[in-house]
């Protein structure tokens, strides 16, 4: 069997967002799809990590944190360009302020995805695949 270990969380149902990525053509990986229009679909099963950096998972950050994470993943895999990393990142601050986040909270976690997020959309960085015996 082989697998990928580093994930805290699985969605039970499909998720869709409307997005300010705008890919040139449709882009698919796994259990994602990113449409040119910005229609992002989370597939059913898709596992992400929460939230990432020196803050914590709460009510407020698991939507953004899902579809951030969908994001570096289609960035890490080389399938969207890095060129939407910044943007991205400002997106998830809207959709924290959208759920109630404070804004001195989101605004700390934007500034510091925008300063130290690059590592985790950089290609070099993919999650290894393991193999269990």
Not at 4 to 9: A, D, E, I, L, R
Not at 43 to 58: E, L, M, N, Q, V
Not at 83 to 95: A, L, Q, V
């Amino acid at each position: 069997m082989k697998y990928q270990s580093g994930y805290k969380y699985q969605t039970v149902a499909r998720t869709i967002f409307s997005t300010r990525l705008r890919p040139s053509q449709t882009v698919h990986a796994y259990f994602i799809t990113l449409y040119p229009s910005g229609v992002m679909i989370i597939d059913r099963g898709y596992a992400w990590d929460g939230a990432s950096g020196p803050t914590w998972d709460t009510k407020n950050s698991m939507t953004p944190s899902l579809y951030h994470d969908a994001a570096a993943q289609l960035m890490r895999l080389g399938l969207l360009d890095q060129k939407w990393r910044i943007p991205s990142n400002e997106e998830f601050g809207d959709m924290l302020k959208a759920r109630g986040m404070s804004w001195l909270r989101r605004k700390i976690w934007v500034r510091e995805l925008n300063k130290f997020g690059g590592p985790s959309t950089d290609p070099k960085n993919r999650r290894p695949i393991l193999e269990a015996p």
